[in-house]
């Protein structure tokens, strides 16, 4: 099985565009069954053949199919794994996330996390002060309101990879750090704004991250986010 080196590849997919030519392995669709969920199966479907398809198109597995690979996690809430006719397949690590009707998949030789969310309008006072910290909601109440939909979805979205990074962590945890974004903040919401890709560094509990992100089809933002090496 020879390997290509992956830095960074992702994709995004929707439900309401099948993929042809790519199908689930057995375990994938005995886990498939468990999800009753209609619309939460087809995310999960859809993102594992779009991994499938990217992976084919990067990676030489000689022998092998796409129903030899399989996209599992191990125990509920753990990130998924890539295995080969039931082998780790290693220095390879994937990242998913959805959000009807899109599904965000990332492959990278790093370990990786993303996240795929539809803007944050207007929550409750509530809501904010149980995901955000003291000095985040500071920050985003000296926003214009264009600018706080715009904050309040990024924090959300790097809380969310970060949580991804570090599975000891929980939702709960998510007004208990800040972030602290390493770049003229007014730019970074005018660039996402005008739907321009940005890439930054940020702080969390004095690790440095690296991300990335942009607006995905007006109303969804994407973030793909690992630590730096």
């Known amino acids: 099985m020879k390997k290509q080196k992956l830095d960074l590849w992702y994709e995004i997919a929707s439900i309401n565009a099948p993929i042809s030519g790519i199908r ?15 619309n939460r199966k087809r995310h999960w479907v859809i993102a594992r ?47 998913l996330s959805h959000s009807y009707p899109y599904s965000l998949v990332a492959l990278s030789k ?13 929550p409750s006072s509530e809501f904010m002060r149980c995901y955000y910290s003291y000095f985040e909601n500071k920050h985003i109440q000296s926003l214009n309101l264009d600018q706080q939909k715009i904050a309040r979805t990024l924090l959300w979205g790097l809380k969310e990879c970060y949580l991804k990074l570090n599975a000891n962590l929980s939702i709960q945890d998510f007004n208990s750090f800040d972030i602290s974004i390493n770049t003229k903040m007014e730019t970074l919401y005018s660039s996402l704004n005008n739907f321009s890709m940005v890439t930054f560094d940020l702080v969390i509990n004095e690790k440095t991250y690296l991300a990335k992100s942009w607006v995905h089809f007006m109303n969804y933002l994407a973030i793909i986010m690992h630590k730096e090496v």
């Open 49 to 95: 053949l779009q991994a499938k398809k990217m992976l084919l198109n990067l990676v030489e597995l000689d022998g092998f199919y796409d129903t030899d690979i399989s996209i599992l996690s191990l125990k509920k809430g753990a990130k998924p794994i890539i295995q080969i006719s039931n082998h780790l397949l290693e220095n390879i690590e994937i990242s």
């Open 110 to 122: 790093y370990p990786i996390s993303v996240d795929i969310e539809h803007f944050i309008d207007a």
């Open 24 to 38: 689930l392995s057995e375990s994938e669709v005995k886990a498939s069954e468990n999800i009753l969920h209609f």
